[in-house]
T-cell receptor, first 113, second 116 residues
Framework: GQQLNQSPQSMFIQEGEDVSMNCTSSSIFNTWLWYKQDPGEGPVLLIALYKAGELTSNGRLTAQFGITRKDSFLNISASIPSDVGIYFC?????????????FGKGTKLSVKP | DAGVIQSPRHEVTEMGQEVTLRCKPISGHDYLFWYRQTMMRGLELLIYFNNNVPIDDSGMPEDRFSAKMPNASFSTLKIQPSEPRDSAVYFCASSPRTGGGLNGYTFGSGTRLTVV
């Protein structure tokens, strides 16, 4: 089946540093989503992207929908301890119903104060 | 809005026992999804419903798994008989119709299942 390759798998950074993670696929997606999961909780939507080339911000978070429609990245600026968690990308295919969201394996972020 | 409500939060059961996980979606959401999350396989879609009707159950691992949605405000995921390899966190999610529906795609807090 289709897969999303999310990298890096994990990151250990110092508070205040910027963070960048990305997702790539061999297939075209028409929607990209980025989620954050805190320990013991379900994923929470951070940013949704619907058009190729789209660049969207949510506070210190910025995500972009790649021009090729096969990739997306998420940047976090000036990280803080509460940014700790697992970040997931998810993609939806052309013509796919909402049930065809495909998730990456996640990027585990650790922030050292 | 109380969000998607799942119960129980934690379940420990012995191999061979029947397990039932429950989900109450957000009121007015037309779609309901069941996911399983493990370290090895990440988030996997098991089954999803649209207006209480199962649309795609191709992710259900085997016949031991079944899901129902008797009405718009309740769904169950049942495992009978349970096996240790079923140990995982099971998430329920719901979303409104497409056309902005993905922005409302909301997960519950999950049920952590341990089969010993």
């Amino acid at each position: 089946g289709q897969q999303l390759n999310q990298s890096p798998q994990s990151m250990f950074i110092q508070e205040g540093e910027d963070v960048s993670m990305n997702c790539t696929s061999s297939s075209i997606f028409n929607t990209w989503l980025w989620y954050k999961q805190d320990p013991g909780e379900g994923p929470v939507l951070l940013i949704a992207l619907y058009k190729a080339g789209e660049l969207t911000s949510n506070g210190r978070l910025t995500a972009q929908f790649g021009i090729t429609r096969k990739d997306s990245f998420l940047n976090i600026s000036a990280s803080i301890p509460s940014d700790v968690g697992i970040y997931f990308c998810a993609g939806l295919n052309y013509g796919g119903s909402q049930g065809n969201l495909i998730f990456g394996k996640g990027t585990k972020l650790s922030v050292k104060p | 809005d109380a969000g998607v409500i799942q119960s129980p939060r934690h379940e420990v059961t012995e191999m061979g026992q029947e397990v039932t996980l429950r989900c109450k979606p957000i009121s007015g959401h037309d779609y309901l999804f069941w996911y399983r999350q493990t370290m090895m396989r990440g988030l996997e879609l098991l089954i999803y419903f649209n207006n209480n009707v199962p649309i795609d159950d191709s992710g259900m691992p085997e016949d031991r798994f079944s899901a129902k949605m008797p009405n718009a405000s309740f769904s169950t995921l049942k495992i009978q008989p349970s096996e240790p390899r079923d140990s995982a966190v099971y998430f329920c999610a719901s979303s409104p119709r497409t056309g902005g529906g993905l922005n409302g795609y909301t997960f519950g807090s999950g049920t952590r299942l341990t089969v010993v």
